[in-house]
């Protein structure tokens, strides 16, 4: 077991506020997809709460804490009231939720790392679980609302990458003994900064070298493919 990077009472309050900040993004995704109230509330829900369900199953952390913290249950349900009435200030507002969004990020990674290794799980196993606490719940979102996840799309911003890097500075501070609140800061403040950037300067992953698709870039290949056999 390593020392904690917050007291308990304070990493439960940032784990909350990374909960909400997700849930908004699900309920918007829902609010833009024509979803009814039942169907906002699902994606924020899943969205918010996904990846570290998922964590905490792999890892034998039953019952998860998804369903032992009521408030890992309700602060979902606020964001969707919120969202509800209030979505188009809430869209104005989006610079602000994608800091609180890149913050959760890297709390979310370091903190999935951490507790995977602490439940028994090697170095490697521990960064993937780590990756999955932070990103897991938006792919879940995405694959609820019909559309390629985020994840795996060359035009967004990177995302996964900065939870990759978090990850991995966790995972190899625990393998040199060299875990401490300081050094998981600074895995979490790198995550967040990555992010940011990304954002800032639309740093995109690379696609496949010398690739010969004659998809127009930005289209859906499905659509492109039936206008080929159209024409």
């Known amino acids: 077991m390593y020392e904690q990077l917050f007291s308990p009472t304070v990493q439960h309050t940032l784990d909350l506020v990374g909960i909400f900040v997700f849930a908004i993004s699900g309920a918007l995704l829902a609010v833009r997809k024509n979803f009814d109230v ?4 699902v994606l924020a829900e899943v969205t918010a709460l996904g ?10 952390a039953v019952p998860p804490a998804a369903f032992t913290d ?28 994608n800091i609180f969004d890149a913050a959760g990020l890297g709390l979310f990674c370091v903190a999935g ?26 792919v879940l979102r995405d694959v609820l609302a019909n559309e390629v996840p985020s994840l795996l799309r060359w035009d967004r911003d ?37 992010r940011l950037l990304a954002l800032r300067f639309h740093w995109r ?6 690739r010969r698709s004659t998809v127009v870039e930005g289209t859906d290949p499905a659509e492109a493919a039936s206008r080929k056999a159209t024409a």
């Open 70 to 97: 009521l408030g890992y249950f309700l602060t979902p349900l606020l964001a969707t009231v919120l969202v509800f009435f209030l979505h188009p200030h809430v869209e104005r507002l989006q610079t602000g939720v």
């Open 205 to 210: 992953a690379p696609r496949a070298w010398n």
């Open 51 to 60: 990846g570290g369900l998922f964590r905490d199953l792999v890892i034998g």
């Open 38 to 41: 039942f169907g906002i509330a």
């Open 113 to 138: 790392t951490t507790k995977a290794y602490d439940y028994g799980l090697g170095l490697t196993a521990s960064a993937c679980l780590g990756l999955t606490t932070a990103v897991g719940g938006g």
């Open 158 to 194: 990177l995302y996964a990458v900065p939870a990759i890097v978090g990850s991995a500075m966790v995972a190899l501070c625990i393998r040199y003994e060299a875990l401490t609140p300081l050094t998981s800061g600074l895995a979490v403040v790198t995550a967040f900064v990555l």
